[in-house]
């Protein structure tokens, strides 16, 4: 029974871990992004940002709380996303909502909110946010984390999957990931994929004794989720099932085999897998996932997901309308960059360190840092700090280019000192012309240009 607010017990919000004299806690699954993660963090939202402007895409930011019925209806009853794991609760009027657990289906909602048929088609949009799932914490698997997609919504012609399939290859690419593993199937179409799990489960009953607990669970009520199974003993039995792609229509199959064709012009290396189903319920024909290579075995680190959905738009109740997507999971894609010690650029190091030694000092360079700061330099300083070893220390650890030093001495002359905190070289200049000095030495002209 869900409670209003206000009759919650004072005792009931007060958990152990916040009670006096121990320190609160974070969440179970749940993460703060430090200012040290924020280059990495910067570097992906930089580059998909310049991925969905450069293909064409426009963004679309939805809201993270949404109807519950919107997933409900769209990923499906038997999967564990709506099973387990939304963060739900009674909304007074509105009834059940939940944190959304992921944003194909909000993207789709919007199309139809906002009356996007009438656009042209196909419409092509892009998110970047949080998601929410309930999930048993573990080793790249959050309960908030982020995602980023593209979808493409209104068109029904192989080439869009190929294309949302490039999209993804060349993201993995640009950002110095080009070792991943494209594993593409076709689930064809309700219809089809009805008579094959009838296939899959009189199969698996056949098996029954080879198969684990969990698995023999699983048999009737969601025999897919068997297929994608990384116990050995499972894909042991999984060699002989049936494969979907043997009970898709012909127009699924010739759907499919434009797909993989144009993959093939666009010198797109993928893996055909045919225990690759992707458990939601919106899919249709293309099913695709990317996984980093180094971890051949696996989808339980994908990078990114997604597929063809034509189905999607008439399960929230617009007209028949297809649709194709893909969704990043930014947190592994940012481990994958650190397992792999790609060289991320970093923009973040303040151009200048401002230091001061003494009251006089201080003052000038609080008006200097103005200055500066309506030129656009990035300045970093330390005012609380007279020591000017530690104020260097900090400089050098920030990876400013240049230190400005303003002491007792140079207040009395009228004078500011710049070092060049690579070389180490220093000059003496006159104040006054400490912004021009340094807008020469930032924006140094390149050799040529
Ligand atoms: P999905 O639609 O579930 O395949 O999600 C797409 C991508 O989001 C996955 O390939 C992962 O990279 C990422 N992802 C999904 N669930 C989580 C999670 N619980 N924690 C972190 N990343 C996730």
């Given amino acids: 029974m869900f409670k209003k607010p206000e ?38 939202r930089k580059t998909a940002e310049s991925f969905y402007k450069g293909y064409g895409f426009f963004r679309i930011d939805p809201p993270i709380l949404e109807e519950a019925n919107l997933f409900i209806r769209t990923v499906g009853k038997g999967t564990d996303i709506i099973e387990k794991e939304l963060f739900s609760f009674v ?26 048929m009438n656009m042209p088609q196909p419409v092509k949009l892009f998110y970047f946010g949080p998601m929410f799932r309930r999930e048993r914490p573990q080793s790249g698997r959050h309960r908030q984390f982020h995602q980023f997609g593209f979808e493409i919504i209104g068109d029904d012609s192989p080439v869009i999957d190929a294309q949302i399939i490039a999209v993804a290859s060349n993201f993995f690419r640009q950002v110095g990931l080009p070792d991943v ?52 003993a499972v894909q042991l039995v999984n060699k002989d099932a049936p494969q979907i792609i043997d009970y898709l229509d012909d127009k699924s199959k010739e759907h499919f085999m434009k797909v993989v064709g144009y993959l093939d012009e666009l010198h797109i290396e993928y893996v055909l897998n045919p225990y690759l189903v992707r458990g939601l319920d919106y899919y249709t024909d293309t099913v695709f996932e990317i996984w980093p290579q180094v971890e051949k075995e696996t989808a339980q680190s994908a990078l990114c997901g997604g597929g063809r959905y034509n189905g999607l738009i008439e399960m929230l109740g617009g007209r028949p309308t297809p649709g194709v997507g893909v969704a990043f999971g930014v947190e592994r894609i940012i481990t994958q960059l650190r397992n792999q010690e790609v060289a991320i650029p970093r923009d973040d190091a303040p151009q200048v360190f401002l230091a001061q030694i003494g009251d006089q000092a201080k003052i000038k360079a609080l008006l200097l840092f103005e200055q500066l700061r309506q030129v656009n330099i990035n300045v970093a300083e330390n005012f609380a700090k007279d020591s000017l070893k530690t104020q260097l220390e900090l400089a050098n650890k920030l990876g400013a280019q240049y230190a400005l030093i303003l002491g007792q001495k140079e207040v009395m002359d009228g004078t500011i000192l710049i070092r060049d905190m690579e070389s180490g070289v220093q000059e003496v200049i006159d104040f006054n012309k400490t912004v021009s000095a340094l807008k020469k030495k930032l924006f140094k002209p390149t050799a040529g240009v």
Avoid: C
């Fill in 7 to 44: 009759d919650i017990e004072q005792e009931e919000i007060v958990k152990p871990g916040n009670k006096k004299g121990k320190a609160a806690q974070l969440l179970r699954g749940f993460k703060d992004i430090l200012p040290a993660d924020q280059h990495y963090w910067e570097f992906v």
């Fill in 91 to 116: 909304d007074q009027g509105q009834g059940l909502v939940v944190l959304r657990p992921e944003a194909t289906a909000s993207v789709a909602r919007a199309y139809i909110n906002h009356g996007m």
């Fill in 181 to 232: 593993s494209i594993q593409v199937n076709s689930i064809g179409t309700p219809e089809s994929r009805k008579e094959y799990i009838k296939e899959l489960v009189a199969y698996y009953r056949t098996k029954r004794k080879m198969l684990p607990e969990e698995a023999r669970g699983r048999i009737t009520k969601n025999p897919l989720r068997i297929l994608d199974s990384k116990d050995p």
